[in-house]
Nanobody
Framework: QAALEESGGGLVQAGESLRLACVGN????????MGWYRQAPGKKRELVAT???????WYADAVKGRFTISRDNAKSTLDLQMNNLKPEDAAMYYC??????????????????WGRGTQVTVSS
């Protein structure tokens, strides 16, 4: 059983919404910051949003005001509500634990857990 499993991706039109979900299997989920990365073909992996173990969110400028990250530690679930989607949001989205904090945001580090990804496609 994978440590993290994503779901909820799909094909939508620009302006529509999607909600991604990630389920954690393991005690790490409750004590670690968690987050979402995305990677589009030919582009570098990009940090999208993170949330501390206590529920404090952080967002990349590209998604601020449109995406909302949330977590339920009792259920070991991590969600990403994506509204007003744009074609540039199209990518594979990955759920990951975040083992590094630089004073501003969390990042996945060596030894952190990753899901296999869920595809988001946005048509214009």
């Amino acid at each position: 059983q994978a440590a993290l499993e994503e779901s909820g991706g799909g094909l939508v039109q620009a302006g529509e919404s999607l909600r991604l979900a990630c389920v954690g299997n393991g005690t790490f989920f409750r004590i670690k910051a968690m987050g979402w990365y995305r990677q589009a073909p030919g582009k570098k992996r990009e940090l999208v949003a993170t949330i501390s173990a206590g529920g404090i969110p952080w967002y990349a400028d590209a998604v601020k005001g449109r995406f909302t990250i949330s977590r339920d530690n009792a259920k070991s679930t991590l969600d990403l509500q994506m509204n007003n989607l744009k074609p540039e949001d199209a990518a594979m989205y990955y759920c990951a634990s975040m083992g590094y904090y630089n004073g501003i945001s969390y990042y996945a580090a060596e030894g952190d857990y990753w899901g296999r990804g869920t595809q988001v496609t946005v048509s214009s």
